[in-house]
């Protein structure tokens, strides 16, 4: 990942390789279609999509994944055996880029992100 902050989502994924920009692009639209009402933005320096006033989920690209956060862990239990095969960390879950990202799983989680966000938002 590039030092520089960024300005945008195509600025951030234009500064990986062709195979990785795919990959977070993939990603982008996924969450853009299970979340039309959310607003895109930076935030850390990664890719945030943010759903009534508060962050919904970010995702960003590492050397050798994409990892996406939060995942909670609310989340986690819900998909605990689809998410049994990925590393991650205490509220985000790694997905490989030597394997194919699971679109799926990831629309799932932005599902679930948005119940959330609405449970906290009181909407």
């Known amino acids: 990942m590039a030092a520089a902050k960024h300005r945008s989502i195509d600025e951030y994924i234009a500064t990986f390789p062709e195979d990785v920009q795919k990959a977070l692009q993939d990603i982008r639209a996924v969450i853009r279609d299970a979340a039309p009402g959310a607003g895109e933005t930076i935030s850390y320096d ?3 999509f943010n759903l009534n006033g508060t962050y919904l989920i970010y ?3 590492w ?3 994409i990892a996406l ?3 909670t862990e609310k989340i986690f ?3 605990s055996a689809e998410l049994s095969g990925y590393k991650g960390s205490k509220s985000s879950v790694h997905f490989p ?3 194919p990202i699971p ?3 990831i629309r799932k ?3 679930l992100r948005i119940a959330e966000n609405q449970v906290a938002s009181g909407k």
Do not use: S, W
Request: no cysteine; glycine share 4%; hydrophobic share 40%.
């Open 59 to 61: 995702f960003a690209g």
């Open 77 to 79: 239990a819900t998909l």
């Open 69 to 71: 956060y939060p995942v």
């Open 97 to 99: 880029l030597n394997k």
């Open 63 to 65: 050397k050798k994944h």
């Open 109 to 111: 989680i932005t599902e």
């Open 103 to 105: 679109l799926d799983l």
């Open 46 to 48: 990664m890719p945030t």
